[in-house]
């Protein structure tokens, strides 16, 4: 089975400009969730969906938004962005609803806002 | 709200020797998850091992083993026989079910010398 992919892998762009960051998860898998990891800060939960559904939203602003699609792809968008924004942004699936499994992540998006 | 905390940024240790990493956690749920993820060098993120709480019985996997104390809220990490491989950031985190969502701690860094 492939794993979880992300693109893309790099990425820069500037502040005030709009980003679209795309996950396929495993295949099987339902549950898709996104982080965004910086040094010092660990990884922030955004948001987890399960069947085109957002199930939870963590602690960040508007601008950061997600979907899921029908086959289970899913994307993250960040408008407006901003220096702080700069981030590796993960991707995991999980085969069940993310409440007991195992987290399979991607390499990870890394964006920098300049 | 849960937290987790690691309280060493970065760790060294030989090759061939035993190294605990250390986890406290704050919740005042009584049935969660605790988990140890492993981020090497520019590599996805896998899960080394999971712990119930409901469970008292250490989990084990391998050279991986957990110290689990629920009452002192505290789940550190040991690696025996430790291997060049091991080197890698690692994560502690915290599910609580039906959430959705883990919390991670900002994580340890660890170096195994040759």
């Known amino acids: 089975k492939a794993g979880v992919t992300q693109t893309p892998r790099y990425l820069i762009k500037t502040r005030g400009q709009q980003v679209t960051l795309s996950c396929s998860p495993i295949?099987?898998?339902?549950?898709v969730s996104w982080y965004q990891q910086t040094p010092g800060q660990g990884l922030q939960f955004l948001f987890e969906?399960?069947?085109?559904?957002?199930?939870n939203k963590g602690n960040f602003p508007g601008r950061f938004s997600g979907r899921q699609f029908s086959n289970s792809r899913s994307e993250m968008n960040v408008s407006t962005l901003e220096l702080g924004d700069s981030a590796l942004y993960l991707c995991?699936?999980?085969?069940?609803?993310?409440?007991?499994?195992?987290?399979?992540f991607g390499e990870g998006s890394r964006l920098t806002v300049l | 709200a849960q937290t987790v905390t690691q309280s060493q940024p970065e760790m060294s240790v030989q090759e061939a020797e035993t190294v605990t990493l250390s986890c406290t956690y704050d919740?005042?749920?009584?049935?969660?998850?605790l988990f140890w993820y492993k981020q090497p060098p520019s590599r996805q993120m896998i899960l080394v091992i999971r712990?119930?709480?409901?469970?008292?019985q250490n989990a084990t996997e391998n050279r991986f083993s957990v110290n689990f104390q629920k009452a002192a809220k505290s789940f550190s990490l040991k690696i025996s026989d430790s291997q060049l491989g091991d080197t890698a950031m690692y994560f502690c985190?915290?599910?609580?079910?039906?959430?959705?969502?883990?919390?991670f701690g900002t994580g340890t860094r660890l170096k195994v010398l040759a």
């Open positions: 995991a699936s999980s085969e069940q609803p993310a409440n007991t499994g195992e987290l399979f």
């Open positions: 295949s099987g898998h339902r549950s």
């Open positions: 969906y399960f069947s085109e559904t957002q199930r």
């Open positions: 919740t005042s749920e009584n049935n969660y998850y």
């Open positions: 712990q119930e709480a409901y469970k008292q």
């Open positions: 985190a915290f599910m609580k079910p039906g959430t959705y969502k883990y919390i």
